[in-house]
């Protein structure tokens, strides 16, 4: 069967990330933090096989704010050089959590649940048959602002994540959000003997030290023919080629806090190691904000610039060419249970 596959995806870039020095200095700011709270502590190991296929033919691939990352020759995956202690990581979510939440300026939360979350719910649910009863899990779903839309399309939201605010404030939305990570919530969904039909993460897959663990954890409970939902950074990108020539100018990914960085075959071998038929792709990105970063953190004046105002005015259309060469920075899978 081949996959079905969307490319492009209206945005708002003035909207969602701001195009001001401040906002570009901001997201490169907490790089910068992070890189050095996981360069400094001592509770790592070197990682010395693939973490995806088990593969020991890895090599150094990029060094990003002094962070080191290895890419396997087998399944093309990247991944930090380090594995972290779980205690350590635990710790640094919950005191940091807040500090590297940069969805949180006033306009990005009335942009965001309508212009992003929506639309990718829509674009999971639509073609599937409508059944009574459906349940959603989203991994690491911080505030809840994709379960809220889950919510609104008329199924029960659950939701799992290590911030305590983040699920103060999911809790608000209607969402059943626990401050537990995924053993924990398997082990609880087992205990009430909850069975999920959709299970998603945006950006979580790519925080974990073992990804093959996380799914055949989740795996207890997902139904047959369930969809599993991923949507991750795609390090074959023009993003991510902006990331590892101007290291010091980067943000967003590549950073300490990031374990994994997945190329779509590295997250293909994962899905069918895991039992998961790839049924949908979605192809988008903003990875033209990302050149208009580099430009602006090189020369703190250059936003005032003609140049700037003509690409912030096309900015979709430079994207376009990107999302359709399909070299954009969002890996968006749609996965079914075999
Ligand atoms: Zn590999």
Known sequence: ?????????????????????????????????????????KKKRIIKKCII???????????????????????????????????????????KGNVINVHSHGNQQKYRPKHLSKPKVDYVLNGIKRKKNL?????????GEFLSQVKKS?????????????????????????????????????DKNIKFDFASGTGYLDMVNDPN?????????????????????????ICHDMIRYFPQQSSRHLNGTQRSS???????YLFK???????????????FYMIMNVLNLLNKEFYKSNAMKIMTK??????AIIDQEKAADTLFLVAKKI
């Not at 401040?22 to 890189?35: C, Q, S, T």
């Not at 020759?73 to 972290?84: A, E, G, I, R």
């Not at 537990?180 to 087992?190: E, I, P, R, S």
């Not at 989740?218 to 939902?229: Q, R, Y």
């Open 154 to 190: 008329g199924i029960k939201p659950y939701g799992f994540d290590l911030n305590e605010d983040d699920i103060k404030r999911a809790k608000k939305k209607g969402i059943n959000a626990f401050r537990k990570d995924m053993t924990q919530f398997v082990n609880y969904a087992l």
């Open 262 to 268: 997945y190329t779509y075959k590295s997250l293909s």
């Open 314 to 319: 096309n900015y979709e259309k430079f994207q």
């Open 135 to 143: 349940k959603w899990v989203d991994m690491a779903c911080g505030n």
């Open 213 to 237: 663990y996380e799914l055949r954890t989740l795996n207890k409970i997902m139904k047959k023919g369930s969809l599993l939902i991923i949507d991750l950074p795609d390090f074959n990108s």
């Open 53 to 95: 296929c088990g593969s020991s033919r890895i090599k150094l691939k990029t060094v990003v704010m002094k962070v080191p990352f290895m890419q396997c020759t087998k399944c093309t995956h990247v991944f930090n050089k380090y594995d972290y202690d779980y205690n350590f990581l635990e710790s640094f979510w919950k005191r």
């Open 1 to 41: 069967m081949t996959i079905k596959t969307l490319i492009g995806k209206k945005v708002d870039i003035t909207q969602l990330k701001g195009v001001r020095y401040e906002d570009f200095r901001g997201h490169n700011k907490i790089n910068e933090i992070v890189a050095k709270e996981f360069l400094k502590t």
């Open 273 to 287: 190691k895991n039992g998961y038929k790839i049924i949908k792709r979605w192809i988008y990105g903003i990875d």
